[in-house]
């Protein structure tokens, strides 16, 4: 097993690094030579003998597309062996074991809770261990299953060393590092040390006692939500309007808190969202108070 040195890295990035897995490559393009095999192109888009540049990675030539040891489809997917997908690692399609159940990547419900990845806690979020806040399959975040990433209009993600990115991508730009200064273009925010176009907050229970409740989060002016995933843990319904999202859930378990609950979806930090009403109760229904409810 391959182990990594986490000092000096965000908790963020030691967890990708320690839940990399299958035949692709293993680190980033320092670890993975410019111009070989399921590694970035040379800057002039081209790769050693033999090679051919797609999608910014250097792929094998004369190969059907999704095929297995060919170059993956534009969609970023690839062919069935056995009806089991092959996985698109590096932009190569490539037989990959999936991810065990628990851990980073994996299937989980409530009988597989998720284990932590180089110290982080990871959430089970559509029966998939997820970082918080870090949906699998989006730029910058851990790759989905069999390498699957979200394409985007006029990008062209692929799965590299466990993280969707963009091969050779400017800095500063979604899906690609922070410039040196910290910055990102587009109105983009700075993560983790990564360029991320939307941004997720997450709902989280600090009391033991809690079971249910009805919250009411309001955003600032630059704060709209689009969309809101509940946990595999709890039921949940939210009502999204203006500015202004309610959000009524109920545990399907005693939660071990911290507990996170629901992951937000906008285009503004957590610092734009307030927590303006919460009614909560315990399994007797029984008021709670404090809630202990917090966004992160």
Request: proline share 8%.
């Given at each position: 097993?391959?182990?990594?040195?986490?000092?000096?890295?965000?908790?963020?990035?030691?967890?990708l690094a320690a839940?990399?897995?299958?035949?692709?490559?293993?680190?980033?393009?320092?670890?993975?030579?410019?111009?070989s095999r399921g590694c970035f192109c040379l800057p002039s888009a081209t790769c050693d003998a033999g090679l051919g540049c797609a999608q910014g990675f250097c792929v094998p030539q004369n190969c059907a597309l999704g095929d297995e040891g060919c170059a993956c489809q534009l969609d970023g997917t690839c062919t069935l062996t056995n009806d089991?997908?092959?996985?698109?690692?590096?932009?190569i399609c490539q037989n990959a074991p999936p991810s065990a159940a628990g851990t980073l990547g994996?299937?989980?419900?409530?009988?597989?809770?998720?284990?932590?990845?180089?110290?982080?806690?990871?959430?089970?979020m559509d029966g998939v261990c997820e970082i918080p806040g870090c949906p699998s399959g989006a730029l910058g975040c851990p790759c989905g299953a069999y390498g699957a990433c979200v394409q985007?209009?006029?990008?062209?993600?692929?799965?590299?060393?466990?993280?969707c990115t963009v091969a050779n991508c400017q800095p500063g730009s979604v899906g690609c590092a922070c410039d040196p200064s910290g910055a990102c273009l587009g109105g983009a925010i700075c993560d983790s040390g990564l360029c991320r176009g939307d941004q997720r907050t997450l709902v989280v229970s600090t009391n033991p006692a809690v079971r249910a409740c009805d919250l009411t989060i309001k955003g600032s002016d630059t704060g709209v939500i689009d969309s809101v995933r509940f946990l595999a843990?709890?039921?949940?319904?939210?009502?999204?309007?203006?500015?202004?999202?309610?959000?009524?859930f109920a545990a399907y378990t005693q939660l071990a808190p911290p507990a996170a609950i629901a992951t937000l979806s906008s285009r503004a930090p957590a610092r734009a969202w307030t927590l303006v009403a919460a009614t909560c109760v315990d399994t007797e229904g029984n008021p709670v108070a404090p809630h202990g409810i917090l966004l992160q």
């Open positions: 097993m391959r182990s990594y040195d986490c000092r000096g890295a965000s908790l963020l990035a030691c967890a839940g990399c897995s299958g035949d692709g490559p293993k680190g980033r393009s320092d670890a993975c030579p410019v111009g089991v997908p092959l996985s698109c690692l590096g932009n994996g299937a989980c419900d409530v009988q597989t809770p998720c284990q932590t990845a180089a110290g982080q806690p990871t959430v089970c985007k209009p006029g990008l062209l993600p692929r799965c590299f060393a466990g993280v843990s709890v039921r949940g319904k939210a009502l999204l309007g203006d500015r202004l999202v309610t959000l009524a």
